[in-house]
């Protein structure tokens, strides 16, 4: 318990994820105590990372639900930033499912009420799914601010996502809420 306010990072597996250590480094300097929530491909990606990124947060990473039982290993969330965020995630979110971790977080995120940005990051033919802009749609009548480019989505040009706006999507958290706990 640091008296900060929580922010739970949920990391999906597009390019930008293996930069996420940018937006981790930045969330703590604004004064965030700040977890890392991976979905499972994304952890592949990120397995050689995942000692400096646990010793950066100073909290475990976190890819699959506990065993019913077992106490919560991460303080509950004051706000979550999904970013990336795919194509795959952004539909399953929209569409309630929660068969995985981060997706049973940010869809009870919704129930709960907490501050919820997400920065998707999508090449062309996944962005001109029509399931995509359905999404966008519902997620943000539920008051998701979902964070697009001029021309959609990042991630339309292809590329590694190096100006992936990491630091708007801070900005739209800000302030950060006061920590209850
Ligand atoms: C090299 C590579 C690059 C990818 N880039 C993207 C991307 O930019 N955006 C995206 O939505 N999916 C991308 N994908 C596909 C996702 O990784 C895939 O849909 C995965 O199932 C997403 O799972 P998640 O949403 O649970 O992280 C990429 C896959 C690979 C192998």
Not at 107 to 125: M, Q, S, Y
Not at 147 to 175: I, N, Q, T, V, Y
């Amino acid at each position: 318990m640091s008296g900060m306010p929580v922010l739970y990072v949920i990391g999906c597996a597009a390019p930008p994820v293996l930069k996420i250590q940018t937006l981790i480094t930045s969330a703590i300097d604004r004064g965030w105590d700040t977890c890392l929530i991976l979905t499972a491909t994304a952890d592949r990606w990120l397995a050689d990372s995942t000692n400096t990124l646990t010793e950066l947060t100073g909290n475990p990473i976190r890819t699959n639900y506990k065993l019913p039982g077992r106490p919560d290993v991460l303080p509950p969330a004051d706000a979550m930033l999904v970013a990336p965020a795919t194509s795959n995630t952004i539909n399953k979110w929209a569409a309630g499912i929660s068969d995985t971790l981060p997706l049973g977080l940010i869809t009870e995120a919704i129930g709960k009420g907490l501050p919820l940005v997400a920065l998707p990051f999508l090449n062309e033919a996944q962005a001109k799914h029509p399931a995509f802009s359905r999404s966008v749609e519902i997620l943000r009548g539920a008051g998701v601010q979902i964070l697009l480019g001029e021309e959609g989505p990042h991630g339309l040009g292809g590329g590694s996502g190096a100006d992936f706006p990491w630091e708007l999507a801070l900005d739209r958290l800000e302030p950060a809420p006061t920590n209850t706990k």
